[in-house]
């Protein structure tokens, strides 16, 4: 069975661009959530999506936004970027919404020049 | 804010050496979690500690859950090679408007040298 699977891999943008990164769970899972991992620090929460509703949202400005889909995939969108939003982005998907054992992807890692 | 700070942030030993890492909050959880995260990967769960003073073992890996439900720990016994990596701990916590949120410590770089 797949794994979460994340797209792309690397990415580099330049500040003031957009960036959208996406993320498929793993099949039968409902729940997606959305991580920032700065360099030297543990992963940051920004949002948690269950049946494509929104359902948490961490401590992140407005520039960050995420949807998900009818086939519970899910798309982060980062606007007007800052050199400060370059990390690791991750995607973990659990059964539902309490999510009491979530699986990490890779990750896309963003570079802001 | 719920806070993890997590200690030491680096560790390197000898194999064969026992180590502990520690895991502290000022703010009570629901259940703590304990993650293992190799370089280009995203982090993977070893255990999840839900009762104050429970202990979980997992072959060489023991972890401990705090009576109050704010603090854990890790020790691992006769490291190997094989356990070189990023342990990150995890508090989850009921937010509201139906969501858990996983707070993060920032993690515990481990190097176990042959």
């Known amino acids: 069975d797949a794994g979460v699977t994340q797209s792309p891999t690397h990415l580099i943008k330049t500040r003031g661009q957009h960036v959208t990164l996406r993320c498929s769970p793993i099949?039968?899972?409902?729940?997606v959530s959305w991580y920032q991992q700065v360099l030297g620090q543990g992963p940051q929460f920004i949002f948690q999506?269950?049946?494509?509703?929104?359902?948490g949202r961490g401590n992140f400005p407005d520039r960050f936004s995420a949807r998900q889909f009818p086939n519970y995939s899910s798309e982060l969108n980062v606007n007007a970027l800052l050199l400060g939003d370059s990390a690791l982005y991750l995607c973990?998907?659990?059964?539902?919404?309490?999510?009491?054992?979530?699986?990490f992807g890779p990750g896309t890692r963003l570079t802001v020049l | 804010t719920q806070l993890l700070e997590q200690s030491p942030q680096f560790l390197s030993i000898q194999e064969g050496e026992n180590l502990t890492v520690y895991c502290n909050s000022s703010?009570?959880?629901?259940?703590l979690q304990w993650y293992r995260q190799e370089p280009g990967e995203g982090p993977v769960l070893l255990v999840t500690?839900?009762?104050?003073?429970e202990v979980k073992k997992l072959k060489r890996l023991t972890f401990q859950f705090g009576d109050a439900r704010k603090d854990s720990s890790l020790h691992i016994t006769a490291a190997q090679p094989g356990d070189t990596g990023l342990y990150l701990c995890?508090?989850?916590?009921?937010?509201?408007?139906?969501?858990?949120?996983?707070?993060f410590g920032k993690g515990t770089k481990l190097s176990v040298i042959p």
């Open positions: 973990a998907s659990s059964l539902d919404w309490v999510g009491m054992e979530q699986f």
């Open positions: 500690v839900v009762t104050g003073g």
């Open positions: 703010s009570v959880f629901s259940s």
């Open positions: 995890a508090g989850r916590a009921y937010s509201g408007a139906g969501s858990y949120q996983l707070t």
């Open positions: 999506y269950y049946e494509k509703e929104e359902r």
């Open positions: 099949s039968g899972h409902k729940s």
